[in-house]
């Protein structure tokens, strides 16, 4: 099975970027399709964006739409999220995870979750 570690999460002006990594091992990497998704402090763990095994295919969340992509590097097995025009609402830990499955927003559907890295955006 594979195991996803996150990285790149901080603190961050409103209006300004950060890039989440998240590096994978253990099975084939390529095979899976990749998601990240957030929770914020009381609130349900929602989702941000997914990418198919190939990196093609991508979806988003409304709220995150034209200011995040999602990305994936299947040399060295690694998924990206790329954050622009961060506001204090895209505050969460995030997390990502990947399923044997076609990419899906359902979080149900991803059978491997990493720990979370923190982002935390102050205006």
């Known amino acids: 099975q594979v195991q996803l570690v996150e990285s790149g999460g901080g603190l961050v002006q409103a209006g300004g970027s950060l890039r989440l990594s998240c590096a994978a091992s253990?099975?084939?990497?390529?095979?899976?399709?990749v998601g990240w998704f957030r929770q914020a402090p009381g609130k349900e763990r929602e989702f941000v964006a997914a990418?198919?095994?190939?990196?093609?295919?991508?979806y988003y969340a409304d709220s995150v739409k034209d200011r995040f992509t999602i990305s994936r590097d299947n040399v060295n097995w690694k998924v990206y999220l790329q954050m622009n025009s961060l506001n204090p609402e895209d505050t969460a830990i995030y997390y990502c995870?990947?399923?044997?499955?076609?990419?899906?927003?359902?979080?149900?559907?991803?059978?491997?979750w990493g720990q979370g890295t923190q982002v935390t955006v102050f205006s």
């Open positions: 995870a990947a399923s044997s499955n076609w990419a899906t927003r359902d979080q149900s559907r991803y059978d491997v």
């Open positions: 253990g099975r084939t990497f390529s095979s899976y399709s």
């Open positions: 990418a198919g095994w190939d990196g093609r295919n991508t």
